[in-house]
Nanobody
């Protein structure tokens, strides 16, 4: 069974930082692109970032470019999302997802092989 588990969410003030982790169990992440999505209350789930299986390609949504950094450690079977200069509009539940090709090529939930349960990020003063 392919399982992804996100962690690292929490509450921070604007301008603060958080590092999210996406850990896999039951399979190796080596061959998967890993995408991060987020969903705010009442909003559609949106793509945030994606890293290729090799780590050589990284993609970011315009809203987070320059503030978020995606990385992966295949030895630890984990992908990270470093989030700096957080803004209130970054408040959402953040999900990671695995697939052979990631976001933005794949935008729909059903296109991914595995999703995590999500971790809440709240940015508020």
């Amino acid at each position: 069974q392919l399982q992804l588990v996100e962690s690292g969410g929490g509450s921070v003030q604007p301008g603060g930082s958080l590092r999210l982790s996406c850990a896999a169990s039951g399979f190796t992440l080596d061959y998967y692109d890993i995408s991060w999505f987020r969903q705010a209350p009442g909003e559609e789930r949106e793509g945030v970032s994606c890293i290729s299986s090799s780590g050589g390609s990284r993609t970011y949504a315009d809203a987070v470019k320059g503030r978020f950094t995606i990385s992966r450690d295949n030895a630890k079977n984990t992908v990270y999302l470093q989030m700096d200069s957080l803004k209130p509009e970054d408040t959402a539940v953040y999900y990671c997802a695995a697939s052979s090709f990631g976001w933005p090529r794949k935008r729909h939930q059903f296109e991914y092989d595995s999703w995590g349960q999500g971790t809440q990020v709240t940015v508020s003063s």
